[in-house]
Nanobody, 114 residues
Framework: QVQLVESGGGLVQPGGSLRLSCAFS????????MNWYRQAPGKQRELVAG???????NYADSVKGRFTISRDNAKNTVYLKMNSLKPEDTAVYYC????????WGQGTQVTVSS
């Protein structure tokens, strides 16, 4: 059974930074692609960033150059470093493991506001 636990969200001013973490419990973390999604109020959940088992990354156009996804297979953790945050980045951020069935964390709130 896979469990994902996100942390690191909070309130930050525009232009600020946060680093989200997603702790994976279960087997074979290193073989799964991992993703970060977000969902803002009244909007659909969208893919923010993804990382393959080999470390290749992809990003939504809206976050390219500002966000960085990374993984530490020794710690079974995936990270999302977010710089130059904007109010439109405000959302609940979810971690996703691309296993056969797909697993999701409970989400962590990120609020960008002055």
């Amino acid at each position: 059974q896979v469990q994902l636990v996100e942390s690191g969200g909070g309130l930050v001013q525009p232009g600020g930074s946060l680093r989200l973490s997603c702790a994976f419990s279960g087997l074979f973390f290193s073989i799964y692609p991992m993703n970060w999604y977000r969902q803002a109020p009244g909007k659909q959940r969208e893919l923010v960033a993804g990382i393959t088992k080999s470390g290749s990354t992809n990003y939504a156009d809206s976050v390219k150059g500002r966000f960085t996804i990374s993984r530490d297979n020794a710690k079974n953790t995936v990270y999302l470093k977010m710089n130059s945050l904007k109010p439109e980045d405000t959302a609940v951020y979810y971690c996703n493991a691309e296993t056969a069935t797909g697993y999701w964390g409970q989400g962590t709130q990120v609020t960008v506001s002055s």
